[in-house]
């Protein structure tokens, strides 16, 4: 189950950005402290990197656990556009080894899969299809976490409904960090 991508399918991705609020208002990625030495390292192009970018957000990823420790979007509210759910996929630029699928999730007793940047935050841009590669790019294991039902979807979902509903109402930007902190 999932489907994957080519590597080279991210070349254009440029995740979460620090200047999206403005140059006054640069919000650089958090960094890892605590467990610094358990952030997942991967080679693109040769480089040695942290953050796996996607479309208008960023994960890091943590080794031990297989999961993210946080993720970062960025949200145009004025350019927000509704889309369609896609599949749950790989991200082939780490090991599957490092991203959960399926061990955790299903029915009770185990978990639901929550997104750390929610599906429709990154689904944004001036052309339809930089907002749908948005909301598919959110459909990544590596921007997943288990919840509790009962927690993810009336609870977080509100929240999320609640700053999503305001970006767009508002026409404003907005960036999301989501994680421990």
Request: glycine fraction near 8%.
């Amino acid at each position: 189950e999932g489907e994957e991508g080519r590597v080279e399918d991210y070349s254009d991705r440029e995740g979460y950005q620090a200047d999206f609020l403005g140059e006054e208002m640069m919000v650089e990625l958090p960094a890892v402290q605590r467990a610094a030495d358990d952030v997942l390292d991967f080679e693109i192009d040769g480089k040695s990197e942290t953050a796996l970018k996607y479309e208008h957000y960023s994960v890091v990823m943590s080794r031990s656990r297989r999961q993210c420790f946080f993720s970062a979007v960025n949200i145009d509210g004025n350019l927000s556009k509704k889309n369609t759910r896609a599949g749950w996929k790989w991200d082939p630029r780490i090991p599957k080894a490092q991203q959960i699928m399926k061990e955790c999730y299903g029915s009770p007793p185990k978990f639901s899969r929550g997104h750390m940047t929610r599906r429709e935050d990154p689904g944004w841009g001036k052309d339809a299809a930089t907002a749908k590669r948005g909301n598919e790019d959110s459909m990544h294991v590596t921007n997943t976490t288990p919840q509790m039902q009962a927690f993810n979807a009336p609870i977080w979902l509100a929240l999320e409904d609640y700053a999503l509903g305001h970006a767009r109402e508002d026409a404003m930007k907005i960036s999301v960090f989501t994680g421990p902190y």
